[in-house]
């Protein structure tokens, strides 16, 4: 299943596709960080360091091993156009787990198997030894990662040219050690140049955000392919001549990230209702956010508050109650109220649902088999937000929107509030019973939680 595109900003050398092609996957609190580069070049230089000296390197990352890193990954082929994929990465990972992680975002051959097996090897002109290890000429390193590269039939052979305040090095198996965390190889404000079977892909790290123990060690945020000019595209959802997909499929993307099992964990720590729209649309795509939302932890919610949720969704239509789930999965992800109107515009269109569906007749410029639109998700779900709202976890007003925006009848809760009444809906109810159970010496069931199903 893939999810909806909205288009990729327009770049100089050519004009986007007319359909838009670029996948987009908002999680919670994915601010990257502009300017960490100058950033960490002040403390540099407020600390007294040399200008290339490994002091003012080795301090300013000392503590990314809870830092996603976002990485921009590009490959150009002649002729043809630009394929780009922006991923979210654990900065702890190695650099053969970021190559790995790359490659399946484009849907390389053998990148899934990359460390089940030894074949993925460089071989020729490769720098090794001693030397590997220390600075390199640009020259050198250039040579070295476009050396003649072979493969077993199994494998991918491969090596990446890392640059980094002015220092390159080279990384493969035969060259400095792949094992290196990648914090220590890119950081915050690092490029590289992947080649892989031949192909040459750009990688440069675009910011950064801090993680926990439940934030995805890698995920594909979004895709794009821009043509050449002057380029026929066709409808752009073939693959290219290069074998790379032009239209990314975040959903299958992830779950090769993810894992299958890890995935299945995931689904199987929501609500059942929620779990079972997800898999009848085939929306995995949806997976990377609810684990980052930690919905194995309990949620820290005021027996008062669950009372009122519990009664949620409120709405008893299929076409209303998926609205009205749209609704909060879209709000869990905390984006501002354009993103949160196209997640729930991508749920629903996902699961399939028409106007039709909500028994809208055709209006102008719009049919009865369309997607729903963002503002009828809404009206849908009208009874849900009006909960959500009485919560303080929603907006809701005398009118439902102005120029100006929303008045809100109730004052809307903290952040850290609100995603603890978003966990609480999405995640599996007996979670709660077994947290009530634990904090309750005489036993107790299901039933005597505030807000548990029956």
């Given amino acids: 299943m893939n999810a909806r595109h909205a288009p990729w900003p327009d770049r100089a050398r050519g004009a986007s596709v007319s359909d838009g092609l670029a996948s987009v996957l908002p999680l919670p609190l994915l601010n990257a960080v502009e300017n960490t580069a ?10 007294g360091g040399d200008s290339d000296g490994e002091a003012g390197t080795d301090t300013s990352d000392t503590n990314d091993e809870d830092v996603t890193l976002l990485l921009l990954a590009e490959h150009h082929r002649p002729g043809e156009g630009y394929f780009t994929r922006a991923l979210g990465v654990n900065s702890a990972m190695s650099v053969a787990e970021t190559v790995r992680a790359v ?11 990359m460390l089940q097996d030894a074949g993925d090897t460089v071989v020729g002109g490769a720098v090794s030894g001693s030397a590997a290890m220390r600075p390199t000429t640009a020259s050198a390193a250039s040579s070295a990662a476009s050396s003649r590269v072979t493969s077993p039939p199994d494998g991918v052979a491969w090596a990446v040219r890392a640059r980094r305040r002015d220092r390159l090095r080279v990384y493969s198996r035969t060259a400095a050690p792949i094992a290196t965390p990648l914090r220590e190889a890119l950081g915050r404000d690092g490029t590289a140049t992947l080649v892989a079977d031949g192909a040459v892909f ?60 890890t995935v299945e964990q995931i689904l199987a720590g929501i609500t059942p209702e929620l779990r079972d729209l997800l898999l009848a649309g085939d929306l995995y795509e949806f997976t990377p956010l609810l684990q980052a939302l930690d919905l194995e932890r309990p949620a820290q919610v005021s027996d008062e508050i669950q009372s009122v949720l519990s009664t949620l969704p409120a709405e008893t239509t299929p076409v209303g109650r998926a609205a009205a789930w749209a609704r909060i999965v879209a709000l869990s992800t905390l984006s501002d109220r354009a993103a949160s109107d196209e997640i729930s515009e991508m749920l629903m269109a996902g699961l399939g649902f028409t106007r039709a569906d909500a028994d809208l007749d055709p209006d102008v410029g719009k049919l ?87």
């Fill in 103 to 113: 490659l399946i975002a484009f849907s390389w051959p053998g990148a899934v198997r």
């Fill in 38 to 47: 100058r950033s960490a070049s002040r403390r540099g230089s407020d600390g």
């Fill in 202 to 261: 750009s990688v440069t790290t675009a910011g950064s955000m801090t993680r926990d123990d439940h934030t995805p060690e890698a995920v594909c945020l979004a895709g794009d392919f821009i043509p050449e000019q002057g380029v026929r595209t066709g409808d752009g959802r073939q693959d290219g001549a290069s074998g790379i997909p032009r239209d990314v499929d975040l959903a299958a993307v992830n779950v090769t990230l993810t894992g299958e099992e």
């Fill in 368 to 454: 009865s088999s369309d997607p729903l639109d963002a503002a009828e998700i809404r009206q849908l779900s009208a009874a849900t937000g009006h909960v959500l709202a009485t919560c303080g976890a929603d907006v809701w007003g005398q009118r439902d929107a102005t120029v100006s925006g929303v008045t809100p009848l109730v004052r809307r809760c903290s952040l850290v509030e609100r995603l603890e009444m978003y966990r609480y809906l999405l995640q599996r109810w007996d979670c709660h019973a077994d947290d009530a159970d634990d904090a309750d010496d005489g036993g107790g069931g299901a039933a005597d939680v505030p807000g548990g199903r029956p």
